[in-house]
């Protein structure tokens, strides 16, 4: 499923293709919509009986006990704007439960992969980093936009709290803090096609991602995600968002 959606990425990227703006006024482009319509084919000829959300063609069969839930390119802007910090992500979910996760990169070749207890980028095994004091932390938050609205203060705590910070990674970001580079990640306003599959890549590396009330994330958590490369810091982290 990444090698068939990242055929179709490597075609469009860096290329000047439509723009298309949906309702949310995010973008989506034509690469979006191919690549997991590649992926929904291999789902339908192996795994009839599953279910399927995705970001571009909408779900089916959601009351299956095996659910895929898919991201064919998480970080559309970052696509657009020729930078390969987007991602493909797939995730396999069991009775809500996010079990398998992969985050694809079909430009730099990288691929991450959680399930079963392991955690791997391609194929070699990896671990998050030791980090038990947020004052020592690297943050990564998807963007400056997280300071506002209602829970703008909260985040700005936590922004605070760290030593250094990034804006603008998307999924690439997570596997980062997978490969033990980055300390935490905070989001909001996450779909399950956005964060079911970091969970099982994120955890089996060794951290730990919730919601920033601390809750473990099912397919129908309200978009709030906090994951962390150390478990030692999660405990700071809520304390601070919730």
Not at 8 to 31: L, M
Not at 155 to 172: M, N, P, Q, S, T
Request: glycine share 10%.
């Amino acid at each position: 499923m990444s090698d068939a959606a990242g055929e179709v990425i490597r075609k469009y990227f860096r290329q000047k293709i439509d723009i298309i703006g949906k309702d949310d006024n995010s973008p989506v482009t034509i690469a979006d919509r191919d690549a997991e319509a590649a992926m929904r084919a291999l789902i339908e000829a192996e795994f009839p009986s599953h279910g399927v959300i995705g970001e571009e063609h909408g779900s089916v069969r959601t009351d299956a006990e095996y659910v895929w839930v898919l991201d064919p390119i998480d970080g559309t802007l970052s696509f657009i704007s020729g930078s390969p910090t987007f991602g493909s992500l797939i995730a396999l979910a069991r009775n809500g439960v996010p079990i398998m996760g992969i985050i694809d990169q079909p430009i730099s070749g990288e691929r991450w992969f959680g399930a079963n207890g392991s955690a791997t980028m391609n194929g070699a095994a990896i671990s998050t980093r030791a980090c038990p004091d947020l004052s020592n932390a690297t943050l990564f938050a998807y963007g400056a936009e997280l300071m506002e609205g209602e829970h703008g203060p909260r985040f700005r705590k936590l922004y605070d709290a760290v030593k250094r910070k990034r804006f603008g990674y998307d999924c690439y970001a997570y596997g980062l803090l997978a490969l033990g580079y980055v300390d935490a990640v905070a989001d909001c306003d996450m779909k399950p096609y956005d964060y079911a599959a970091l969970v099982p890549i994120i955890e089996n590396a060794g951290g730990k991602i919730t919601d920033w009330e601390g809750n473990p994330l099912s397919l129908n958590n309200p978009g709030f995600v906090l994951a962390v490369g150390d478990p030692a810091l999660h405990r700071q982290a809520v304390e601070i968002l919730a």
